[in-house]
């Protein structure tokens, strides 16, 4: 497995690093993408046969898609705490369309759930196989076991949310990614399930300059918790009046707040992270967005398909003007799982809708 390091500072030198990329770079988007295209695969090696190991520690082969499967690792200095090593995964596509070697590819970034891994998630999620058809790249950073046993992003931590934490190693392998290849600015969205939506959330409100988009599958409120106790309050019962004060407080320190186009998808038989937390979401994305809590929505109801191919399931789509902001997915009896992924795999669940489709469609709608 082909790896890279390199240390990277704490938070401000994230952001001088993450505003590096310049219009020359982007010039120069079609020679390097070129140049990529010729690079030899690497690919991640199948796991060990060793007896009864842990899931969470195996490392599994996605779905097999044509393009560039590369591993690397970050150093990452976190201000008051040992370097912390973060390693990471990044899906380049085969095919490259002609404004890609223009500007540059845009880039998902695929945060896992708990007792998850980053190549679990990939190929749970077929995500990698949706990029290629689409023309992604996609980002798949790995919480550490030393830092959290069941690999948790630590989305209920006070210092995550406001920016610190778990927030600077992932950024650190953000800038790196960036600085290494040929990445559109404008087309850059977070996304995540349950642990890693909330991480995915938390990353999207701290850098909104340098997000266009996030999607969340099942994930926790945003500004709650602070703690392990309370995240289990939060996961059963959402966060109550402080949903509002958390977007509040955000948007008092970034008074220059872009708006942050949202995508949440939530199952309604979730017994882990309850549907409460999609309702209080869905809320925080409109104020986050410049809309009133009670702005109508467009509703289309999908029934469930022929031998459950399908679940019934309703979207509503909220728009600001003409621009669609927030659209959320409440599909009937899905659990704690990825809508449409590989059941094989632990949190993941075979009938549809796809949630990969869902999020790279909404994704195509916006830009930064």
């Known amino acids: 497995m082909a790896r890279r390091s390199g240390k990277t500072g704490g938070g401000t030198a994230l952001l001088r690093s993450l505003a590096k990329l310049g219009r020359t770079q982007r010039k120069a988007a079609g020679k390097v993408v070129a140049g990529l295209l010729a690079l030899p695969a690497v690919t991640a090696p199948p796991p060990r046969k060793v007896a009864r190991r842990p899931a969470a520690a195996r490392v599994r082969t996605p779905a097999v898609a044509p393009g560039k499967w590369l591993a690397g690792q970050e150093i990452v200095a976190v201000p008051g705490l040992p370097p912390r090593r973060m390693r990471y995964w990044l899906y380049l596509p085969h095919t490259v369309s002609a404004q890609a070697l223009a500007g540059g590819l845009p880039l998902v970034v695929m945060l896992h759930g708990c007792h998850q891994s980053a190549t679990e998630f990939a190929e749970g999620t077929r995500m ?11 980002l798949y950073p790995q919480q550490s076991a030393s830092v959290h046993a069941q690999r948790c992003w630590r989305w209920f931590d006070r210092a995550t949310q406001q920016g610190g934490g778990d927030v600077q190693p992932v950024a650190a392998v953000l800038a790196r990614v960036l600085e290494r290849y040929p990445i559109d600015r404008r ?12 991480m995915a959330h938390i990353l999207a409100l701290n850098f909104p300059h340098l997000f266009a988009a996030v999607g969340l599958h099942s994930g926790p409120v945003f500004g709650a918790g602070h703690g392990a106790i309370g995240a289990l309050g939060v996961m059963r019962h959402g966060a109550g009046t402080r949903a509002d004060a958390a977007v509040e407080e955000i948007l008092a320190r970034r008074p220059d707040f872009p708006g942050m186009p949202t995508i949440v998808i939530q199952g309604g038989g979730d017994t882990v992270v309850y549907p409460v937390n999609q309702q209080q979401l869905i809320r925080q994305a ?26 019934g399931h309703e979207v509503r789509d909220y728009y600001r003007g003409r621009q669609l902001v927030v659209r959320a997915a409440h599909i009937d009896v899905l659990e704690h799982a990825w809508s449409g992924g590989d059941e094989r795999l632990a949190f993941h669940a075979k009938a549809g809708p796809d949630a990969g489709r869902m999020m790279l469609a909404f994704f195509g709608k916006q830009r930064r």
């Not at 409109?286 to 109801?301: C, M, Q, S, W, Y």
Request: aromatic letters at 4%; glycine letters at 16%; a positive charge.
């Open 286 to 311: 409109l104020l986050l967005n410049g809309l009133p809590p009670g702005t109508p929505a467009r509703i289309k109801v999908e029934p469930a398909g022929l031998r459950g191919n399908r679940n």
């Open 128 to 138: 990698n196989l949706l990029a290629e058809k689409h023309g992604y790249a996609v």
């Open 187 to 198: 087309r850059i969205y977070a996304c995540g399930i349950s642990a890693g939506a909330g």
